[in-house]
C-alpha cells in the first residue's frame, strides 16, 4: 500500500514534486561529496602536516650529532683509606651536540681536571668497585663539567660523561 501511494504521488505529481524530489537527491549528494571531500582531503592534509612536522622535529634533533671529545692526560689517583697501596686510572671522554659546549671545556680545562681530581680524590675504593658507585661518579664529574661549561656559554652543553677505561687496583 505504501508503495502504491509512493507511485501514485510520483506518477500523477505535478512538474513541481518531480522538480523537488531530484533538487532534494541532487543536495543530498552534494552534502555526502562534500563530507567525504572534508574527510578524505582536508583531514587528511592535516594529518600529513602534523607528520610532517614531527618528521621535521625529529630530523631536527638527528642533524645535532653527537661530538666527543677525551679529556687527557687520564687520571690517575691514590686511595688513601686502606693500608695497601691502591690507586685509580680513569680516562674520560664526554659527549656533547655542539661545539661551542667542547670548545667552553677545552678553555677552562685546567678547571675542569682540578674538579675532576677533587671528586675522585674524595672517593673511597669500595665504593667505585660497585656499579651504583662508578655510575654516581660519572653522574659527578658531568655535573662539575656542566657547572663549568655553563659559566661560559650559559647552558650546561655537555650531555654525557663516559669511562673509557677504569683501571682499580
Not at 500500500?1 to 507511485?7: N, Q
Not at 500523477?12 to 513541481?16: W, Y
Not at 675532576?116 to 672517593?123: A, D, V
Given at each position: 500500500?505504501?508503495?502504491?501511494?509512493?507511485?501514485l504521488d510520483v506518477k500523477?505529481?505535478?512538474?513541481?514534486t518531480k522538480i523537488l524530489l531530484i533538487v532534494l537527491i541532487v543536495l543530498v549528494l552534494l552534502l555526502a561529496g562534500g563530507g567525504g571531500y572534508y574527510f578524505f582531503v582536508v583531514n587528511g592534509k592535516a594529518d600529513s602536516e602534523a607528520e610532517e612536522n614531527a618528521a621535521a622535529e625529529t630530523q631536527?634533533?638527528?642533524t645535532k650529532t653527537a661530538l666527543y671529545m677525551p679529556l687527557k692526560p687520564e687520571f690517575t689517583i691514590n686511595f688513601a683509606d686502606s693500608s695497601k697501596a691502591r690507586f685509580l686510572q680513569l680516562?674520560?671522554?664526554i659527549m656533547a651536540r655542539e661545539q661551542d659546549a667542547l670548545d667552553a671545556v677545552e678553555k677552562h680545562m685546567p678547571v675542569v681536571q682540578d674538579?675532576?681530581?677533587?671528586?675522585?680524590?674524595?672517593?673511597q675504593f669500595d665504593e667505585l668497585n660497585k656499579p651504583e658507585g662508578?655510575?654516581?661518579l660519572a653522574e659527578e664529574i658531568l655535573k662539575s663539567i656542566q657547572g663549568v661549561v655553563e659559566q661560559e656559554i650559559h647552558r650546561p652543553g655537555v650531555e654525557a660523561v663516559y669511562f673509557t677505561s677504569f683501571i682499580m687496583q
Open positions: 500500500m505504501a508503495d502504491e501511494d509512493l507511485d500523477g505529481g505535478s512538474n513541481t631536527a634533533v638527528e680516562e674520560i671522554t674538579n675532576i681530581i677533587n671528586i675522585l680524590s674524595g672517593k662508578k655510575q654516581k
